[in-house]
């Protein structure tokens, strides 16, 4: 090719550039909208005063269970979080009856978060930090084994895991993280649910969002990731309260969209050099999202007893409301 043809290709190129720009990422063509005031959920007597992080689950007899964080002294840090509450209703408008506490002293007599329950077939698995990621299977909902760590040794403080099936047959793992001294969701893949290999850092947020960093610990909890038919949702309630003594921050759940799964993006409140896409901010925290057989969505929220709560949900109490995706008009 002559110089001077490979100048004016170069001249070419620049205009377009200038002109049209470089090709934007797909924008997300779905809103997530609480559809309906909180209703009280689940909230133990026995085996603790309140919920904080949890799962929600259908058996395989239709009946629907929680089971999460809890203790029945005043929160702090989890400390004395070391088992699980487990409540069950027939109906998710219902509130929940208390069964017997999970895991108490078993396997271990460590601190018990954020359970995340998947069913592969007719197995439920569950999964549960922090440090080591526990995993547990069952067949009816009720009685669990423990069939090992599926993480072990990364991080102390490795907890609120989220898993979700992909189309190939793998499953990623989503948890909350520190990576070099960055406030991230990381993921993790596996083909069977038991072995598991790091993925990489799928979501990262820095100042001035409401980071921990420089401290050890991650602001990016209870990472939820909901498949769309235009791409991914991934819901993190990003909060350092009270290290940021804004009550409004421990509510600060914010939802993202990518196309793909293992990158969603670096959120910084809005600066001009962030690439996360922010769809959505809700007012609750350590969301769980649940879509039923009929087709409805729903959303929950928890927290610790005492500490910040959206209107309708004050207390302990794990509530739920109506969630819609409403589609949204194109800016192009």
């Known amino acids: 090719m002559r110089k001077d043809t490979v100048l004016a290709c170069g001249f070419f190129l620049a205009c377009s550039l200038l002109i049209c720009g470089p090709a934007r990422a797909e924008e997300a063509h779905y809103?997530?909208?609480?559809?309906?005031?909180?209703?009280?959920?689940?909230?133990?007597?026995?085996?603790?005063?309140?919920?904080?992080?949890?799962?929600?689950?259908?058996d395989p007899k239709g009946d629907w269970h929680l089971i999460g964080i809890t203790s029945m002294g005043k929160p702090r840090i989890g400390t004395n979080e070391k088992w699980f509450a487990h409540g069950v209703t027939s109906s998710l408008t219902t509130p929940m009856r208390e069964l017997e506490p999970l895991f108490k002293g078993w396997p271990d007599d460590g601190q018990k978060w954020a359970p995340h329950t998947v069913w592969d077939g007719s197995t439920l698995h569950l999964f549960a930090g922090p440090g080591k990621i526990r995993h547990f299977t069952s067949r009816d909902g009720y009685s669990f084994e423990f069939a090992g760590y599926a993480i072990a040794d990364r991080w102390r403080w490795l907890r609120d895991?989220?898993?979700?099936?992909?189309?190939?047959?793998?499953?990623?793992?989503?948890?909350?993280?520190?990576?070099?001294?960055?406030?991230?969701?990381?993921?993790?893949?596996?083909?069977?649910l038991y072995h598991w290999e790091y993925a990489g850092v799928a979501f990262t947020a820095t100042k001035p969002a409401p980071v921990w960093a420089p401290l050890p610990n991650s602001a990016c909890e209870s990472p939820f990731v909901i498949r769309m038919d235009d791409g991914y949702y991934l819901s993190v309630c990003l909060t350092n309260y009270p290290l940021n003594r804004d009550?409004?921050?421990?509510?600060?759940?914010?939802?993202?969209?990518?196309?793909?799964?293992?990158?969603?993006?670096?959120?910084?409140?809005?600066?001009?050099?962030?690439?996360?896409?922010?769809?959505?901010?809700?007012?609750?925290?350590?969301?769980e999202y649940i879509l039923d057989p009929q087709g409805n969505w729903w959303i929950t929220c928890s927290g610790w007893l005492g500490w910040p709560r959206p209107k309708g949900c004050e207390g302990g109490q794990a509530c739920i409301a109506e969630l819609k995706w409403e589609r949204i008009a194109s800016s192009r």
């Open 31 to 58: 809103q997530p909208v609480i559809a309906g005031p909180w209703q009280e959920l689940f909230l133990p007597e026995r085996s603790g005063t309140y919920i904080n992080d949890h799962c929600v689950y259908q």
């Open 161 to 192: 895991t989220m898993v979700l099936k992909m189309d190939d047959g793998s499953w990623l793992m989503y948890a909350t993280d520190r990576v070099d001294k960055h406030d991230v969701v990381t993921a993790f893949r596996s083909m069977d």
């Open 247 to 287: 009550p409004s921050v421990y509510l600060n759940t914010l939802v993202f969209f990518s196309e793909d799964p293992l990158d969603f993006g670096v959120y910084q409140a809005g600066w001009p050099d962030e690439t996360a896409r922010l769809v959505a901010r809700f007012d609750t925290h350590a969301a």
